[in-house]
């Protein structure tokens, strides 16, 4: 029996892969769960078709984030964070406040997307964050920790 699976399951396959599966997993587990729906001919033609119009609208959204990510490449924002007389500062720099300067920067970005290459900021200096755009586009960013 062929089913096209509607979510990613452990062991059997990715959303909107077609796989094989015996009768009774396919007609008494997958199907009544909403897993996935039973292979049909109709069915088939109405997954190649949102297949064909996903990868559309996914080269489109790929071709916006390479664009982003070339205006991101040149860019270096500055962070303020209250800094003792040795140059260490208060509390740790995240994901959150360099999320924050690169929106104020007018670069929109969701600090979920953000990577920071170090374990964590405690010191000033300048360190790079890569930002992911889109599943493979990203960018790195580099960005400056000052004393308030």
């Not at 390479?66 to 303020?80: R, Y």
Request: charged share 30%.
């Amino acid at each position: 029996m062929e089913v096209i699976l509607k979510q990613d399951i452990k062991g059997l396959g990715f959303a909107d892969e077609l796989v094989k599966v015996r009768p009774g997993y396919g007609r008494n587990f997958l199907i009544p769960r909403g897993m996935a729906v039973l292979a049909t001919e109709g069915a088939r033609k109405m997954h190649a078709e949102v297949l064909k119009q996903r990868a559309f609208k996914e080269e489109k959204l790929r071709k916006e984030a390479q664009a982003n990510a070339e205006k991101l490449a040149g860019v270096t924002i500055k962070i303020g964070a209250k800094a003792g007389e040795n140059g260490k500062i208060f509390g740790s720099v995240t994901t959150i406040q360099v999320a924050e300067a690169l929106n104020k920067a007018g670069y929109p970005v969701e600090r979920k997307n953000i990577e920071i290459s170090e374990d964590s900021i405690k010191a000033l200096g300048t360190y790079n964050a890569k930002v992911r755009l889109f599943k493979e586009v990203s960018a790195t960013v580099s960005f400056e920790v000052v004393a308030e």
